[in-house]
Nanobody
Framework: QVQPVESGGGSVQAGGSLRLSCVVS????????LAWYREAPGSGRERVAA???????YYADAAKARFMISRGDVENTVLLQMNNLEPGDTATYLC????????????????WGTGTQVTVSA
């Protein structure tokens, strides 16, 4: 069974950094991307960033300039380096494996992890 597992969340003060990691056990047939999404209390699921098997990346506007997504050294691993964190980044961050959207350039998640909590205090 394909199962992304996230780690690396925690509590930091504004301006701090965190690095999230996700390992996907098994590679879903037909998938071509790994992505990070986030869910804040009272909000819907929001795209953050994605990396595709061809090496290209996607960033949501909120993640540009502060976050960086990369493939890990271990197979089927994706990292999210988050710098200069803001209280508005507080959310549960979820990893997903999926396929590139035909429009918009993001990754549509089909296999989801359970998330890791990121809390940023002012």
């Amino acid at each position: 069974q394909v199962q992304p597992v996230e780690s690396g969340g925690g509590s930091v003060q504004a301006g701090g950094s965190l690095r999230l990691s996700c390992v996907v056990s098994g590679w879903p047939f037909g998938s071509n991307c790994l992505a990070w999404y986030r869910e804040a209390p009272g909000s819907g699921r929001e795209r953050v960033a994605a990396v595709f098997t061809d090496g290209t990346t996607y960033y949501a506007d909120a993640a540009k300039a502060r976050f960086m997504i990369s493939r890990g050294d271990v197979e089927n691993t994706v990292l999210l380096q988050m710098n200069n964190l803001e209280p508005g980044d507080t959310a549960t961050y979820l990893c997903a494996a999926g396929k590139k959207a035909s429009r918009g350039g993001y990754c549509i998640g089909n296999f989801w992890g359970t998330g890791t909590q990121v809390t940023v205090s002012a």
